[in-house]
């Protein structure tokens, strides 16, 4: 911030609650800008599992034991769960106000092109 950043772009998260708390130790050390919050669709197991241990994201046993009622092998079920979970994150960020969105696509577009026409049809954009 002392260099003149004007933004926040945060990790990618599954639980809101970790950028909500971030926003607010952000928020009582006098830090005033914007702070996107980073969101990633699922879209692999594997590159979320390698992921998570690159940059510390954290899996929530809940949202492993949602993965594992998934057909094993079926890619579009996991594009598909991936993008509702997505969306439902989204939709409670912006609820909350959030100053916007920042997605993480790693070359897969699909997903989040998904969760863009979903947030759109729901007229939350």
């Known amino acids: 911030m002392d260099k003149g950043a004007a933004y926040i772009i945060t990790n ?3 639980d809101n609650r970790y950028y909500f708390d971030f926003v607010a130790n952000c928020r009582r050390l006098g830090i005033e800008v914007p702070i996107l919050p980073g969101i990633m669709p699922i879209f692999s197991v594997k590159m979320m599992e390698n992921l998570a241990k690159l940059c510390g994201a954290s899996i929530s046993g809940a949202l492993r034991q949602k993965l594992a009622t998934l057909p094993a092998g079926d890619n579009q079920a ?3 769960f991936g993008i509702d979970f997505a969306f439902e994150q989204c939709k409670e960020l912006l609820a909350a106000k959030v100053p916007g969105l920042h997605f993480y696509t790693m070359d897969r577009s699909p997903s989040t092109a ?3 026409a979903r947030l759109r049809r729901e007229e939350l954009l």
Request: hydrophobic share 55%; no cysteine.
């Open 12 to 14: 990618y998260f599954y």
């Open 78 to 80: 996991l594009l598909n």
């Open 114 to 116: 998904g969760v863009l």
